[in-house]
Each structure stands twice: as structure tokens, then as C-alpha cells.
Nanobody, 124 residues
Framework: QVQLVESGGGLVQAGGSLRLSCVASGRAFTDYAMGWFRQAPGKERTLVAA????????YYADSVKGRFTMSRDNSKNTVYLQMNSVLPEDTAVYYCAADHYRGTYFYLRRFDYWGQGTQVTVSS
């Protein structure tokens, strides 16, 4: 199993930037594809970005493409979500997730391990 702890959420003005971090502990971090999901009030949780175990391949939802960047530092067991040019519609609880998978289609997988979430609020 892997345990995930997010940090970095908060209140930011529209057009601003925020960086989320997620530290993993437990089994070998490089056995896991990683993802960032978000859930706004009254809406389903959706995938924002995901990265393969190596970090070489990354997927982005259309709504954040060009504004958000996901990265991972396997030496620190950490993934990041750099959020730039944020919009009020980016307001949500953001969750870090892990999937024990080293294949190609990491962005289509069901993620099994979840962090507790961190709130991001974008004011207009």
C-alpha cells in the first residue's frame, strides 16, 4: 500500500498561481502511476492530470491543458501540480491518487489509493 498526503491548497485570485504537492510513503514510489483529481461542490470527481511511473508521459484534461503542469520527483517520493492562470472554475478539493501500474494507459486506469484532499479556492 501507499499513503498520500497533499499540501499547498489555499485561496488565490483569478490569474494567479498555486503549487500543490503530494508526498507518498509506503511501497516503492516508482511502482505507481500518479494522478491529480478534483471535485467541486455538487459535481463528480474528475481527473485533472496524471503521470506515468517514470514521469516521462503526462496526461492533462482539456480544461487545464496549457495552464497546469504535473511533475514528479521520484527521489523525493513527491508529485506536484503547478497551477497557473487559475480560473474561478478551478475551485475544488484536489486529490492526489496512486495506481500500482507501470504501463502505457495510466490515464485510463482506476486509481486505488487516495490522499485526504486539499481545498483550492479561486476568487474572481
Amino acid at each position: 500500500q501507499v499513503q498520500l498526503v497533499e499540501s499547498g491548497g489555499g485561496l488565490v485570485q483569478a490569474g494567479g498561481s498555486l503549487r500543490l504537492s503530494c508526498v507518498a510513503s509506503g511501497r516503492a514510489f516508482t511502482d505507481y502511476a500518479m494522478g491529480w483529481f478534483r471535485q467541486a461542490p455538487g459535481k463528480e470527481r474528475t481527473l485533472v492530470a496524471a503521470t506515468s511511473w517514470s514521469g516521462v508521459s503526462t496526461y492533462y484534461a482539456d480544461s487545464v491543458k496549457g495552464r497546469f503542469t504535473m511533475s514528479r520527483d521520484n527521489s523525493k517520493n513527491t508529485v506536484y501540480l503547478q497551477m497557473n492562470s487559475v480560473l474561478p472554475e478551478d475551485t475544488a478539493v484536489y486529490y492526489c491518487a496512486a495506481d500500482h501500474y507501470r504501463g502505457t494507459y495510466f490515464y485510463l486506469r482506476r486509481f486505488d489509493y487516495w490522499g485526504q484532499g486539499t481545498q483550492v479556492t479561486v476568487s474572481s
